[in-house]
C-alpha cells in the first residue's frame, strides 16, 4: 500500500515487475509465496511469459476480453489524435470495426476507453489486435510456467454470488464508504464544490478523463463522481 499516488497510472506490465522480485525473494528465503485474488489476467502476465516482454502495445484487460497490452495506453499522441479526428464514440467504434471486426464485436461504443486503444495499437504497430491477441494466446499454450504452482479455482452460484455481492455493498456503505469517496475526491480536488457550473462541468471532465485513470479504474470511487457535483448532490446529501 501506499506506494503510488492514487491519479498514477499502474499497467499489467508494471504489476508483473514489481511483483516478480518479490516472488523471487520469498522463494530464495525457502518460503512458498501465496498470490490470492485479483484479476485473473494480472496472475497470467506472472504465471506465463508474454508478448509484454516483445510487443509495445498490449491492453490491460480481464482475460476474457484480452488486447494487446500496453505500458502507457493514453499518454500519446495517437491517442489525442483520435480523439480529435472521430467526434462521436460511434464513430470511432466504426473506424475500429472497418480495421478490425473481429476485435469491435467485443466492445461498445460506448466503451471509449478500449476502444480508442485498439486505434492506437492499429496505428502504433500496424498490426491488428485480434491478431496480436491469436499470436498471445498462441504463445501461452507452448511456453513454460515461470514457477512450479497450484492453482485454486473458486465456483459460486450466480445468484447466490450477486447477493452477497450486494449485501457487501450495502455493509461497506454503512462502514463509511460515501464519506471515504468524499473525502478522498475533495482531497485530490476532483471536485469543487465552490465553483458553481464550473465543478459540474469538472466532474464531468473527471468522469471522462480521471475516470480510467489511477484508482479510478477501480470499482468504488469513480461511481460517486456525479453525486459531488453541486448541481445534483444536494438532494443525494440530504437522504
Not at 60 to 78: G, M, R, S
Not at 106 to 117: L, Y
Not at 226 to 233: A, T
Amino acid at each position: 500500500f501506499d506506494f503510488l499516488e492514487p491519479s498514477a497510472s499502474f499497467t499489467v506490465r508494471d504489476f508483473r515487475d514489481r511483483a516478480l522480485p518479490v516472488i523471487d525473494d520469498i522463494l530464495r528465503k525457502g518460503r512458498t509465496p501465496i498470490l490470492v485474488g485479483g484479476t485473473l489476467y494480472y496472475v497470467q502476465a506472472l504465471l506465463w511469459p508474454s508478448l509484454l516482454d516483445d510487443t509495445p502495445a498490449i491492453a490491460d484487460q480481464p482475460a476474457q476480453q484480452q488486447e494487446p497490452q500496453d505500458a502507457d495506453a493514453d499518454k500519446t499522441d495517437h491517442v489525442a489524435a483520435i480523439r480529435v479526428e472521430f467526434d462521436t464514440p460511434e464513430a470511432m467504434h466504426a473506424e475500429l470495426e472497418r480495421l478490425d471486426p473481429r476485435t469491435a464485436e467485443r466492445f461498445h461504443p460506448s466503451d471509449q476507453r478500449k476502444v480508442i486503444r485498439n486505434l492506437q495499437i492499429i496505428r502504433e504497430t500496424g498490426e491488428l489486435p485480434s491478431t496480436l491477441l491469436q499470436r498471445q494466446q498462441d504463445m501461452r499454450v507452448t511456453e513454460q510456467l515461470r514457477f512450479h504452482c497450484n492453482v485454486l479455482w473458486l465456483t459460486c452460484d450466480q445468484e447466490m454470488h450477486d447477493d452477497r455481492l450486494s449485501r457487501r455493498v450495502d455493509k461497506m456503505m454503512k462502514a463509511g464508504l460515501l464519506e471515504e469517496a468524499k473525502s478522498f475526491i475533495e482531497k485530490f480536488q476532483l471536485a469543487d464544490e465552490s465553483a458553481g457550473a464550473e465543478a459540474g462541468a469538472k466532474v464531468d471532465g473527471a468522469m471522462d478523463d480521471k475516470g480510467t485513470d489511477g484508482i479510478f479504474q477501480a470499482i468504488g470511487y469513480r461511481e460517486f463522481l456525479p453525486m459531488f457535483d453541486p448541481k445534483l448532490s444536494q438532494d443525494s446529501n440530504g437522504h
